[in-house]
């Protein structure tokens, strides 16, 4: 398994507090992502990282933001939980070549209260 | 845009018949397709890829996939299901920026 470990596994907050996720990875691949996981909805993208502070927003980019300060880490924030933020995050990392699949994480399962 | 659509939220299959999970797509430029597996509480592993070449890719576990350019699909199949073989599937396209498209997800249920 590709060495991509997300933090926490799992986290209960309350509405209104702010939250951030973790991602480290061992593989220096430039391109990471950070996906919400819903029923019906697949995987969504909410930001990627093509290198060390440079970022860009996905689909569902509202209400998260994201940091990318060494090439092994990617944090995903969000600044106050909403409880239509509760979902399952996704980590991802992949190569700079076109035709490299993703990798992921096992996923950080997050409940808002 | 680049999008994927998989037709079937679930495919029921009796063990040992050949399953086929469907995927279309649609993307500007030459596509580069994926299929991934999810089991429970893990993150998604890659299966196989089409790239460009020979329209039928095969992958882990015993998994192939027909790539049909006029259809603008990329249908998962396996000759013969196993029990283990029950998970979600999703199928991607990856554009020219690196970023990855998914579908909603396909459940294959195996049953014995």
């Known amino acids: 398994d590709a060495g991509i470990t997300q933090s926490p596994r799992h986290k209960v907050t309350e509405t209104g507090t702010p939250v951030t996720l973790r991602c480290h990875q061992t593989e220096n691949h430039r391109y990471m992502y950070w996906y919400r996981q819903d029923p019906g909805h697949g995987l969504r993208l909410i930001h990627y990282?093509?290198?060390?502070?440079?970022?860009d927003k996905g689909e569902v980019s509202d209400g998260y933001s994201v940091s990318r300060s060494k090439t092994e880490d990617f944090l995903l924030t969000l600044e106050s939980a909403t409880s239509s933020q509760t979902s399952v995050y996704f980590c991802a990392i992949s190569e700079e070549m076109g035709d490299q699949p993703q990798h992921f994480g096992d996923g950080t399962r997050l409940s808002i209260l | 845009a680049q999008s994927v659509a998989q037709p079937e939220d679930q495919v029921n299959v009796a063990e040992g018949n050949p399953l086929t999970v469907k995927c279309t797509y649609s993307?500007?430029?030459?596509?580069?397709l994926f299929w991934y597996v999810q089991y429970p509480n893990r993150g998604l592993q890659f299966l196989l890829k089409y790239i460009t070449g020979d329209n039928l890719v095969k992958g882990s576990y015993g998994f192939e996939a027909e790539f049909n350019k006029s259809q603008t699909s990329f249908h998962l199949k396996k000759p013969s299901a196993l029990v283990s073989d029950s998970a979600l599937y999703f199928c991607a396209v990856r554009d020219n920026f690196n970023k990855f498209y998914f579908g909603s997800g396909t459940k294959l249920n195996v049953k014995p």
């Open positions: 990282s093509y290198g060390v502070k440079d970022t």
């Open positions: 993307v500007s430029g030459n596509p580069y």
